[in-house]
């Protein structure tokens, strides 16, 4: 997508420490498969020594984490009386306990206003019939629409309960917005007039469909979606209702950081929001610590049609008041059950995603 594309991926890999040695005397291989090859991509647990192909664990990894790594029965190991071999070479991560589907908690989880909650009234129902005008022949400009909650308030809190259960599960809170912390970029620096070759524009339609995206989250009215636990891919998300072409899913929203800060970090859901000139004043989106649906959507493999095929989110960066910001947009219909998926790479290509299912 050119200057206005996105990026997500970890910015540069750090050398694993705890990676099998193929040289070594030992036959290492994996718990899982049983196999010894594919050594780069075989590593052991810091705990019990034992050997874990990245894509035989469950959920897969990207690539080989940097620093200390445990297997999921070591993170978690069970009681004693229950411990047997199988269960410790066991690759499979537990399945995350699920958020209570109580209103009150949900309401204070998400921070959404009481009074707006009570009154139940949905923007989509405020919405005034233009009148008919004369035939336009020339082609109009597709315009981004806002997404349309679910009619059903049981229905949005069981969507609300899914992604609490996986925020919680992460060691996240809810956050709707960019945030700025201390010791990370100020808010001045993320200035779009900043990134190398521009950055497109927001129309001022498309800001207030954001806008009214974002008001619609305040009130407790979220977009359609669930998150579920898949045991292959993890956190992943799916449409609850039939979503159009154009629909703004979601902004992409964390703490914001120098990319410059982030060269080296282990996580791997860091966003591009500003390729900057100079690439000292580049930005990066860290949503581990607060975040919202978005952190949770998947990447396509980009290395298959299969894959490619998948695809039916786009994320664009935009200039929306002078400031960057990442979106989240369909760029095809989505059927109800149709889970999302969109492309980490820009045309840097950096993020792994040859093992993505």
Known sequence: MGAAGQLRRRTRARTPPRRADPASDDDVSCEACGSGDAAAELMLCDGCDRGFHIFCLRPILPRVPAGDWFCPSCRSPPPAAAKSAATVASPVAKKPKQFPLVQTKIVDFFKIQRSSLAAGSSESKKRKRKPAGALVVSKK???????????????????????????????????????????????????????????????????????????????????????????????????????????????????????????????????????????????????????NIARFINGINNHTPEGRKKQNLKCVRYDVGGECRALLVANRDISKGERLYYDYNGSEHEYPTHHFV
């Open 141 to 291: 400009k597709r315009k981004l629409l806002p997404f349309v909650p679910s009619e059903d308030p049981a229905q949005r809190l069981r969507q609300m309960a899914s992604l609490a259960t996986a925020l919680t599960a992460t060691g996240a809170v809810f956050s709707n917005h960019l945030t700025y912390q201390p010791g990370m970029a100020p808010r001045s620096a993320n200035r779009a007039a900043l990134e190398a070759g521009g950055m497109q524009v927001l129309p001022k339609e498309d800001a207030e469909a954001l806008s009214q995206c974002q008001r619609m989250m305040e009130r407790g009215e979220c977009p359609p979606l669930l998150v579920v636990y898949d045991p292959v891919e993890g956190f992943t998300v799916e449409a609850d209702r039939f979503i159009k072409d154009l629909t703004i899913i979601t902004e992409y929203v964390g703490d914001v950081d120098y990319l410059r800060n982030r060269e080296h970090d282990d996580g791997d859901s860091m966003m591009t929001l500003l390729s900057a000139s100079p690439p000292s004043r580049s930005l990066v989106v860290c949503p581990d610590r607060r975040s």
